[in-house]
T-cell receptor
Framework: RKEVEQDPGPFNVPEGATVAFNCTYSNSASQSFFWYRQDCRKEPKLLMS???SGNEDGRFTAQLNRASQYISLLIRDSKLSDSATYLC???????????FGGGTRLMVKP | EAGVAQSPRYKIIEKRQSVAFWCNPISGHATLYWYQQILGQGPKLLIQ????????DSQLPKDRFSAERLKGVDSTLKIQPAKLEDSAVYLC?????????????FGPGTRLTVT
């Protein structure tokens, strides 16, 4: 079983749609979680950290469910520029390593 | 502020040859990471440095991969000899410190093709 698992997609959605991605993690002791965005042939960039209480940044909302060991990312009012791969990330609880999921590809179409 | 610099951007070599990648982190960043990203997968950590000391290299294939960070600034990652399965993008990242409260900033990567 992969440590951090994501549906690879692609998710094809029209502009203005709401789309949600889930990610599951296997290490119940993980403490830190993140979503990174990676554009085609570019480097990953931090989109947002995921807090236990959930957090929102504009059109983006991240949630953490420790009981079920999953993290979600909700994107409202999708823009063409949101087209990218979204990487779910969890730590190894030893405080020294992040494990990345395989990414979920989103394609927003006009 | 200058970002993480990496060179070369692209490299094509034959199997069993050697190759080296260079990374210059953001000025003042104590922690440096090397990741391997195979097409269609997420980045996998190979090695993490805190200043010039190794924090974690548990996923580094030490029979063929080596890395160093002399003087706690620039770093080089070497593969000797290369195998076909080493074809990937090698990403360098840096952060102010090793705690995850500090964001990791990635360089543009070196795309390695082994033929």
């Amino acid at each position: 079983r992969k440590e951090v698992e994501q549906d690879p997609g692609p998710f094809n959605v029209p502009e203005g749609a709401t789309v949600a991605f889930n990610c599951t993690y296997s290490n119940s002791a993980s403490q830190s979680f993140f979503w990174y965005r990676q554009d085609c042939r570019k480097e990953p960039k931090l989109l947002m950290s995921v807090y236990s209480s959930g957090n929102e940044d504009g059109r983006f909302t991240a949630q953490l469910n420790r009981a079920s060991q999953y993290i979600s990312l909700l994107i409202r009012d999708s823009k063409l520029s949101d087209s990218a791969t979204y990487l779910c990330v969890a730590d190894n609880n030893a405080g020294n390593m992040l494990t990345f999921g395989g990414g979920t590809r989103l394609m927003v179409k006009p | 502020e200058a970002g993480v610099a990496q060179s070369p951007r692209y490299k094509i070599i034959e199997k069993r040859q050697s190759v080296a990648f260079w990374c210059n982190p953001i000025s003042g960043h104590a922690t440096l990471y090397w990741y391997q990203q195979i097409l269609g997968q997420g980045p996998k950590l190979l090695i993490q440095f805190q200043n010039n000391g190794v924090v974690d290299d548990s996923q580094l294939p030490k029979d063929r991969f080596s890395a160093e960070r002399l003087k706690g600034v620039d770093s080089t990652l070497k593969i000797q000899p290369a195998k076909l399965e080493d074809s990937a993008v090698y990403l360098c990242a840096s952060s102010l410190a090793g705690s995850f409260s500090y964001e990791q900033y990635f360089g543009p990567g070196t795309r390695l093709t082994v033929t």
